[in-house]
């Protein structure tokens, strides 16, 4: 009993300090510019993702600010057992670019490389530019295009090429809002 306890505690410590260890969201996640300031290191990592994959900075981090707001540790909400009992999760995405295990995998081997986590930025912003390069190559879609990168990020691109997002009206206007947002974005970048 003593060595279950023990164990309890030391799992709960560790736990909370993983989570210490998350970088907090940006405080102004509206403004790009700020974003930057807050978290120095992620301008590099945005520009390095526009080098590579030639996807827009202002496009990666519009479609990241609707995915999770920039939260590290973002999940889906669970769902519920008769209304009320949290219960599962309804997909497996998790961390700054909500990719699901499936894809990440994929990307992974790839060429995230065996050591890219979802929560870290440089990795989940080169994900991003990953999955919007091939969107470009499988669907043609472009890489400045950020209604329809979203559409694919968010339907894959089978479902995009499928047009499975027309019977979701919803994720249109959802889409509508990450290119504004890239609109916003780009304007805000050029005057930091």
Request: aromatic share 14%.
């Amino acid at each position: 009993m003593k060595n279950r306890t023990l164990y309890n505690l030391l799992l709960v410590i560790f736990v909370v300090m993983l989570v210490g260890c998350a970088t907090r969201p940006p405080r102004d996640v509206n403004n790009l510019c700020n974003i930057f300031r807050e978290h120095r290191s992620w301008r590099s990592d945005a520009f390095d993702v526009e080098r590579r994959w030639r996807v827009p900075v202002p496009v990666q981090m519009a479609i990241m600010h609707q995915e999770s707001k920039f939260n590290a540790i973002a999940t889906p909400p669970r769902t519920k057992l008769l209304w009320v009992i949290p219960w599962r999760r309804p997909s497996t995405a998790y961390g700054y670019s909500q990719a699901l295990r499936s894809t990440w995998s994929l990307y992974k081997r790839s060429s995230g490389g065996m050591w890219a986590s979802r929560d870290n930025f440089a990795d989940a912003v080169d994900f991003m530019g990953w999955y919007a390069n091939q969107a470009y190559l499988k669907a043609g879609i472009s890489r400045h295009n950020a209604y329809q990168l979203y559409l694919a990020y968010h339907e894959g691109i089978g479902g995009y090429q499928r047009q499975t997002y027309l019977h979701k009206p919803w994720l249109m206007n959802v889409a509508k809002k990450v290119d504004v947002r890239a609109r916003i974005y780009q304007a805000q970048l050029r005057r930091c």
